[in-house]
Protein backbone atom coordinates (compact mmCIF):
# COMPACT_ATOMS: atom_id res chain seq x y z
CA UNK A 1 0.00 0.00 0.00
CA UNK A 2 0.99 3.69 -0.04
CA UNK A 3 3.02 5.01 2.37
CA UNK A 4 4.62 8.86 3.44
CA UNK A 5 6.29 8.83 6.33
CA UNK A 6 7.67 12.40 7.81
CA UNK A 7 10.95 12.54 9.57
CA UNK A 8 12.76 15.64 10.95
CA UNK A 9 10.35 17.15 12.95
CA UNK A 10 11.48 18.50 16.28
CA UNK A 11 11.64 21.86 18.91
CA UNK A 12 14.40 24.81 17.72
CA UNK A 13 15.08 28.24 18.83
CA UNK A 14 14.07 31.30 16.42
CA UNK A 15 16.69 31.47 14.05
CA UNK A 16 17.17 27.95 13.85
CA UNK A 17 17.23 25.22 11.23
CA UNK A 18 15.66 21.88 10.45
CA UNK A 19 14.83 19.23 7.38
CA UNK A 20 11.94 17.11 6.80
CA UNK A 21 12.36 14.03 4.97
CA UNK A 22 9.42 12.36 3.56
CA UNK A 23 9.95 8.72 2.11
CA UNK A 24 7.42 7.38 0.33
CA UNK A 25 6.46 3.77 -0.99
CA UNK A 26 4.02 2.10 -2.99
CA UNK A 27 4.11 4.83 -5.40
CA UNK A 28 5.50 5.75 -8.70
CA UNK A 29 7.21 8.49 -7.09
CA UNK A 30 9.05 10.44 -9.78
CA UNK A 31 5.69 10.86 -11.28
CA UNK A 32 4.45 12.41 -8.44
CA UNK A 33 3.97 16.57 -7.56
CA UNK A 34 5.51 16.30 -4.12
CA UNK A 35 4.65 18.81 -1.76
CA UNK A 36 4.74 20.02 2.08
CA UNK A 37 1.23 21.41 3.93
CA UNK A 38 1.34 22.68 7.66
CA UNK A 39 -1.50 22.89 9.78
CA UNK A 40 -0.91 25.48 13.20
CA UNK A 41 -3.24 25.22 15.64
CA UNK A 42 -6.98 26.46 14.45
CA UNK A 43 -5.82 27.09 11.21
CA UNK A 44 -6.24 25.68 7.93
CA UNK A 45 -4.06 23.67 6.13
CA UNK A 46 -1.92 25.10 4.07
CA UNK A 47 0.64 24.40 1.03
CA UNK A 48 3.64 25.58 2.26
CA UNK A 49 5.95 24.46 -1.39
CA UNK A 50 5.66 21.82 -3.97
CA UNK A 51 8.00 20.15 -6.71
CA UNK A 52 6.47 18.82 -9.58
CA UNK A 53 8.33 15.27 -11.41
CA UNK A 54 10.26 18.14 -13.44
CA UNK A 55 11.55 19.61 -10.99
CA UNK A 56 9.67 23.43 -10.90
CA UNK A 57 8.85 24.45 -7.26
CA UNK A 58 6.37 26.33 -5.61
CA UNK A 59 6.36 28.41 -2.13
CA UNK A 60 4.34 30.62 -0.24
CA UNK A 61 5.62 33.95 0.37
CA UNK A 62 6.15 33.64 3.58
CA UNK A 63 8.70 31.36 3.32
CA UNK A 64 10.67 32.31 -0.12
CA UNK A 65 14.20 32.49 0.71
CA UNK A 66 14.13 30.43 4.14
CA UNK A 67 12.63 27.02 2.96
CA UNK A 68 13.74 25.29 0.22
CA UNK A 69 12.39 21.82 -1.07
CA UNK A 70 14.03 19.51 -2.76
CA UNK A 71 13.93 15.63 -4.16
CA UNK A 72 15.35 12.63 -4.74
CA UNK A 73 14.11 10.04 -6.80
CA UNK A 74 16.06 7.45 -6.66
CA UNK A 75 15.84 7.74 -2.68
CA UNK A 76 11.59 7.79 -2.95
CA UNK A 77 12.38 10.85 -1.03
CA UNK A 78 11.34 14.64 -0.21
CA UNK A 79 12.65 16.87 1.65
CA UNK A 80 11.92 20.62 3.16
CA UNK A 81 15.23 22.12 4.20
CA UNK A 82 14.22 25.36 6.47
CA UNK A 83 16.52 27.36 7.94
CA UNK A 84 15.26 31.07 10.04
CA UNK A 85 12.72 29.40 11.67
CA UNK A 86 10.22 31.48 13.33
CA UNK A 87 7.29 31.18 15.96
CA UNK A 88 4.77 31.56 13.05
CA UNK A 89 6.20 28.36 11.10
CA UNK A 90 5.12 26.28 14.38
CA UNK A 91 2.66 23.96 12.61
CA UNK A 92 1.64 20.13 11.93
CA UNK A 93 4.09 19.83 8.40
CA UNK A 94 1.80 17.31 6.26
CA UNK A 95 3.75 15.55 3.33
CA UNK A 96 2.15 14.93 -0.22
CA UNK A 97 2.12 13.13 -3.20
CA UNK A 98 -0.48 14.37 -5.84
CA UNK A 99 -1.01 13.16 -9.32
CA UNK A 100 -3.97 13.35 -11.68
CA UNK A 101 -6.70 14.25 -9.00
CA UNK A 102 -4.91 11.76 -6.56
CA UNK A 103 -3.72 12.74 -3.29
CA UNK A 104 -1.61 10.92 -1.17
CA UNK A 105 -0.46 12.17 2.74
CA UNK A 106 1.90 11.57 5.19
CA UNK A 107 1.46 11.25 9.07
CA UNK A 108 2.39 14.72 9.70
CA UNK A 109 5.76 15.94 11.76
CA UNK A 110 5.88 18.56 14.60
CA UNK A 111 7.97 21.72 13.94
CA UNK A 112 7.63 24.09 17.52
CA UNK A 113 9.77 27.10 17.08
CA UNK A 114 10.08 28.79 20.32
CA UNK A 115 11.04 32.65 20.27
Known amino acids: QVQLVESGGGSVQAGGSLRLSCAGSGITFAAYTMAWYRQAPGKKRELVASITPSTGTNYIDSVKGRYTISRDNAKNTAYLQMISLRSEDTAVYYC?????????WGQGTQVTVSS
Open 96 to 104: NAHIAGVDF
